[in-house]
Nanobody, 116 residues
Framework: QVQLVESGGGLVQAGGSLRLSCAASASIPSFNPMGWYRQAPEKERELVSSIISGSNPNYADSVKGRFTISRDNAKNTVYLHMASLKPEDTAVYYC??????????WGQGTQVTVSS
């Protein structure tokens, strides 16, 4: 079973930056999407960004121009660089990786808190 391990969350002031990392325990085919969701308190989980190697990444409108997703297939790792953070970015961030068929692997979640 593929495991995803996240790191990089924390507390940051508004306007600051953080980089999240998510390492998979096994190889994820480059044509399988990897990415990030987030869930704020009392809100539904939303897709933040996703990436397939060789294609343009997708971003939620709320993070376009501020967040950048990247992927290192050799390391089976996906990153999310978050800049110009806002209090409304506060959430638990979950990475995911699409596996064979309809299976999806999920990370354990990492808390990002942006203070005003």
């Amino acid at each position: 079973q593929v495991q995803l391990v996240e790191s990089g969350g924390g507390l940051v002031q508004a306007g600051g930056s953080l980089r999240l990392s998510c390492a998979a325990s096994a190889s994820i085919p480059s044509f399988n999407p990897m990415g990030w969701y987030r869930q704020a308190p009392e809100k539904e989980r939303e897709l933040v960004s996703s990436i397939i190697s060789g294609s343009n990444p997708n971003y939620a409108d709320s993070v376009k121009g501020r967040f950048t997703i990247s992927r290192d297939n050799a390391k089976n790792t996906v990153y999310l660089h978050m800049a110009s953070l806002k209090p409304e970015d506060t959430a638990v961030y979950y990475c995911y990786a699409a596996l064979q068929g309809t299976k999806t692997a999920w990370g354990q979640g990492t808390q990002v808190t942006v203070s005003s």
